[in-house]
């Protein structure tokens, strides 16, 4: 599905490995690779030059404080340029990644607030600001990610209530190179090396880091994002969600370089869920994605939105590769699979 990008077999595991814990040694990932450590260092000073390889953590933004979590779609009936639209939203607390579409629609945003009132305001200036483009909006709730992760952005940090200052300093360093290591963190913060691996290890234990992992910015192929809402019947629960789940599961390939569904996520709102798709050509990433899920909602009236992801102007793009079956989150109660 997502093709091999011209790695090697030791350059996928090592990919694999990266994005389990990015923080694992050179040793190990040898070890893995079935090579030297001057040998992985080589290919993974390659990986990171060939993919853009951002090393970065997966975080419980909940367990943050950071309760209000959308999905927002935009159409533009008149649209802006990148510039502006990367201007607009740089500076913006709220709006934790911006992407770029093209199809359906124009803007993709993963926004997150501490309190309801808080989002609701920062939607409605949002509207209120783009006017003059005249914007649609479909926002959506973020209920749960089955498959992926927000990435975290910087500016969300500062505004957290759950952590004190030297945790929060902690979590922009590892948020821009989860590989950064516990001195040179040390150094940057003036606080004991000691201190800053129990405060790391604490971080962890609670859940707010979740995962040291990575996020590819530049692997050659076709993202796309869709968007799908649909009526209920009785076979939704029995076997809709089922094939759902195995889907969202399976890979095309016995060791891929990035997941075909790389995020899938349940929400709540003008859509049930959507997904990101990652192919060698769009064909295959819209098959794998919107075309299949067109045709197992095919009696249940599905409504699929779905465009290219073109280029994030805020934020990562969160591709990876985890094992979907290990790492699969289910969201409704399992007696249903």
């Given at each position: 599905m997502s093709g091999d990008l011209g790695l090697t077999s030791r350059e996928k595991l090592m990919l694999k490995e990266l994005s389990i814990n990015s923080r694992t040694s050179?040793?190990?990932?040898?070890?893995?690779?079935?090579c030297s450590p001057s040998k992985a260092n080589r290919l993974l000073?390659?990986?990171?030059?060939?993919?853009d390889i951002r090393f970065t953590i997966e975080v419980d933004?909940?367990?943050?404080?950071?309760?209000?979590?959308?999905?927002?779609?935009?159409?533009?009936?008149?649209?802006?340029?990148?510039?502006?639209?990367?201007?607009?939203?740089?500076?913006?607390?709220?709006?934790?990644d911006v992407y770029i579409l093209k199809g359906d629609y124009d803007i993709l945003i993963f926004a997150a607030a501490d309190t309801s009132n808080n989002y609701i305001r920062w939607e409605t200036e949002l509207a209120v600001n783009l006017s003059e483009y005249l914007p649609e909006l479909r926002p959506s709730s973020y209920i749960?990610?089955?498959?992926?992760?927000?990435?975290?952005?910087?500016?969300?940090?500062?505004?957290?209530?759950?952590?004190?200052?030297?945790?929060k300093l902690i979590l922009q360093l590892l948020n821009k190179d989860s590989r950064i290591s516990y001195r040179n963190m040390s150094k940057q913060l003036g606080i004991n090396e000691d201190t800053v691996r129990y405060r790391v290890f604490r971080l962890a234990k609670k859940g707010i880091i979740q995962r040291f992992t990575i996020a590819v910015q530049g692997a050659e192929g076709f993202l796309?994002?869709?968007?799908?809402?649909?009526?209920?019947d009785k076979r939704t629960l029995s076997d809709i969600f089922p094939a759902i789940r195995r889907h969202d599961m399976a890979e095309m390939e016995e060791l891929p370089?990035?997941?075909?569904?790389?995020?899938?996520?349940?929400?709540?709102?003008?859509?049930?869920?959507?997904?990101?798709?990652?192919?060698?050509?769009?064909?295959?990433?819209?098959?794998?994605?919107?075309?299949w899920y067109s045709n197992i909602l095919r009696n249940n009236n599905p409504?699929?939105?779905?465009?290219?992801?073109?280029?994030?102007?805020?934020?990562?793009?969160?591709?990876?590769?985890?094992?979907?079956?290990?790492?699969?989150k289910y969201a409704w109660n399992t007696k249903w699979a």
């Open positions: 050179l040793s190990r990932l040898a070890n893995i690779a079935g000073n390659r990986l990171i030059e060939r993919l933004i909940n367990k943050l404080g950071w309760e209000e979590k959308h999905a927002i779609l935009i159409k533009f009936g008149k649209k802006p340029d990148e510039a502006f639209i990367r201007e607009f939203f740089k500076d913006d607390p709220y709006a934790q749960q990610a089955n498959l992926g992760y927000m990435p975290l952005n910087d500016s969300v940090v500062n505004f957290i209530d759950r952590a004190d200052k030297k945790d796309t994002v869709f968007f799908a809402r649909y009526r209920f370089t990035i997941n075909a569904t790389p995020m899938m996520v349940v929400l709540s709102g003008s859509y049930r869920f959507f997904a990101f798709t990652f192919g060698k050509t769009k064909k295959n990433s819209q098959r794998f994605g919107a075309k409504k699929i939105a779905k465009a290219v992801l073109v280029k994030a102007v805020k934020g990562l793009v969160p591709l990876r590769n985890l094992d979907p079956k290990q790492y699969y």
